[in-house]
């Protein structure tokens, strides 16, 4: 899944919405494996990709592609709110594939898994160059044999938005989220879930990261950890 030759608009940040279709199977298969495509001399440039699940509302808009700030007017509340959605994979820049255990996979076609991706590329583009022309993307790979277990993507943390400022002249700033009980309780299964992977992500002004694990109000080891994140 690549983009399709997208002209990198002349600005520092940019985020470029591409959607997709997967084939269509007559039952459900696994999603195995990510990997990511990243054009060769667009190492810098490509920051993250993040793919969404949507559904068929994206269907008359596959043979485009657009500024995901700056939709067409007539796209679908559904797709313009993508974010708000299922993530179905994520890689950053420094980052690998990812493969996911032999009996783990990601549900795609059938009745529900996933049929049609938004593919959000997030373009770092620090000298405002206008000659940049892109086909990043991603490799997906999947076995119409299904595993044993079904897998997902818990994202936790800070939703991106203006109100996280940070005060000029202090040092350090936390930024916390909590993901109580109520929420752990209602989205995921009685006996759990296993973590198999993590992925923490933050943009320049970021220089450490963690995710913290509490069962019974007893803090046990972070899921992931980084605090010298660059």
């Given amino acids: 899944l690549l983009n399709p030759n997208v002209s990198v608009p002349a600005r520092p940040t940019t985020y470029w919405c591409s959607p997709f279709k997967f084939p269509v199977l007559q039952n459900e298969a696994h999603i195995i494996r990510f990997d990511p495509v990243v054009q060769e001399g667009h190492e810098g440039l490509v920051h993250h990709i993040v793919m969404y699940q949507l ?5 008359p808009f596959l043979d ?9 007017h007539n796209l679908p509340e559904a797709v313009r709110s993508y974010r708000l959605g299922v993530a179905l994979s994520a890689w950053a820049i420094g980052g690998a ?8 996979g990601l549900p795609m076609s059938g009745a529900t898994g996933a049929q049609y991706v938004l593919m959000e590329t997030h373009y770092n583009n620090e000298q405002s160059s206008s000659t940049l022309v892109d086909s990043s993307g991603m490799d997906v790979y999947y076995t119409t044999t299904k595993r044993q277990y079904d897998g997902a993507i818990i994202e936790v943390g800070h939703f991106v938005t203006n109100h996280l400022l940070i005060p000029p002249g202090v040092g350090d700033v936390d930024f916390r989220n909590t993901c109580p009980e109520r ?4 989205g995921l299964p009685p006996g759990g879930v296993n973590v198999f992977a993590s992925m923490l992500h933050s943009h320049t002004a970021g220089t450490a990261v963690w995710v913290e694990h509490y069962r019974n109000k007893t803090k046990l080891p972070n899921i992931d950890q980084n605090f010298h994140y660059d």
Wanted: hydrophobic share 30%; proline share 12%.
């Fill in 97 to 104: 594939g990812l493969t996911l255990p032999s009996n783990v």
């Fill in 55 to 59: 559904s068929n509302a994206i269907e």
């Fill in 183 to 186: 929420c752990t309780q209602a």
């Fill in 64 to 72: 485009i592609s657009w500024d995901c700030d700056n939709p067409p």
